[in-house]
């Protein structure tokens, strides 16, 4: 089992920054790849970065340019620098952990932008 906690979620002015961590504990030996998700409001949970065994990112469209995920997944934590953040990345954002198996979530932390 592994077990995500998140921080650094706040309220923040658009065109501010934030910066997510998320630790791993648990199994995580496990951990083959880790992952940032958010859902707003009335919405479905989305992908928005992803830090792939070997050290590959991916990006949504949407925060291409603004946002960076770094991290280590062999040691289990995940971060997410969000800059020049705009009314929409307004959302509760999850690290997801995926193993060969399974997939594990932390509970969440909220990111409000708003003037």
């Known amino acids: 089992q592994v077990q995500l906690v998140e921080s650094g979620g706040g309220l923040v002015q658009p065109g501010g920054s934030l910066r997510l961590s998320c630790v791993a504990s648990?199994?995580?030996?496990?951990?083959?790849?880790m992952y940032w998700y958010r859902q707003a409001p009335g919405k479905q949970r989305e992908e928005v970065a992803g830090l792939i065994s070997g050290g590959r990112t991916d990006y949504t469209d949407s925060v291409k340019g603004r946002f960076t995920i770094s991290g280590d997944n062999a040691k289990g934590t995940l971060y997410l620098q969000m800059n020049d953040l705009k009314p929409e990345d307004t959302a509760v954002y999850y690290c997801?952990?995926?193993?060969?198996?399974?997939?594990?979530w932390g509970q969440g932390t909220q990111v409000t932008v708003s003037s």
């Open positions: 997801k952990a995926r193993s060969r198996s399974k997939s594990y």
């Open positions: 648990g199994s995580i030996v496990t951990i083959i790849n």
